[in-house]
């Protein structure tokens, strides 16, 4: 962690969720009109820039490793978006306290692709994963997910494909999403990008 980030952390607290019991995201952003949960937000590039995009909606970023979470921070300061708080913690735990039916929206960008085959089974976007979704989203809500990784791509298809509370599939890269270090990384590598989106019916 960089001193920049570990400073952002101590002095700005009121972009932290520290703690987290029971919550619906709402109550987070009173005075927002949706909510966006972002899951896994690295170092925050695209999430501030979409918050900024965005005034109207709030944004909630769950990101496991600290010095995301500072950056993230930093760079919210710097683009003046005050709609976006932050829990540093492992997804899977802060799921747990969301109440079901309660997000409008999830963003899942470039999850980790755990390549080797010894690591897949690593991959957050699993089916039992799908389903701890589905059950979050409000019906009507929306999950998007975006992966440079083709053979991920094709699990991610599969495993929203056969959750029978989602209907999607494929989609046109949104033009509000960012292109971030992480993405152009795997474009110069000649990856594809897939974008999804879902909806929970
Ligand atoms: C490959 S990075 C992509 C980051 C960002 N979305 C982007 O597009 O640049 C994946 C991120 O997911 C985070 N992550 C992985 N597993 C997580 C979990 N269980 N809970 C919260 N964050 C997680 C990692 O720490 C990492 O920052």
């Not at 999430?47 to 930093?74: D, M, Q, Y």
């Not at 959750?163 to 795997?186: A, C, H, M, Y």
């Amino acid at each position: 962690m960089t001193k920049a980030q570990r400073q952002a952390i101590e002095n700005h607290q009121e972009f932290l969720i520290e703690n987290p019991t029971s919550f619906h995201p709402r109550e987070l952003f009173p005075e927002k009109s949706e909510v966006v949960v972002e899951i896994g937000s690295g170092m925050g590039e695209a999430t501030a820039e979409i918050a900024k995009t965005f005034p109207e909606k709030g944004f909630l970023a769950i990101e496991v490793h600290r010095p995301g979470i500072g950056s993230l921070i930093l760079r919210a300061l710097a683009l003046e978006v005050a709609n976006v708080k932050m829990i540093n913690d492992d997804c899977h735990l802060i799921l747990d306290l969301i109440e079901d039916g309660s997000v409008d929206t999830f963003h899942i960008f470039f999850p980790d692709p755990w390549p080797k085959t010894k690591h897949k089974k690593r991959r957050l976007i699993n089916e039992e994963f799908s389903r701890v979704l589905s059950t979050k989203l409000r019906t009507g809500g929306v999950l998007r997910v975006a992966t440079d990784w083709q053979e991920y791509a094709t699990q991610i298809r599969r495993v929203l494909d056969e959750n029978p509370d989602l209907t999607g599939g494929i989609v046109e890269r949104p033009e509000w999403r960012p292109l971030t270090k992480f993405e152009s990384q795997g474009i110069n590598k000649e990856h594809r990008v897939t974008d999804f989106l879902y909806t929970k019916i």
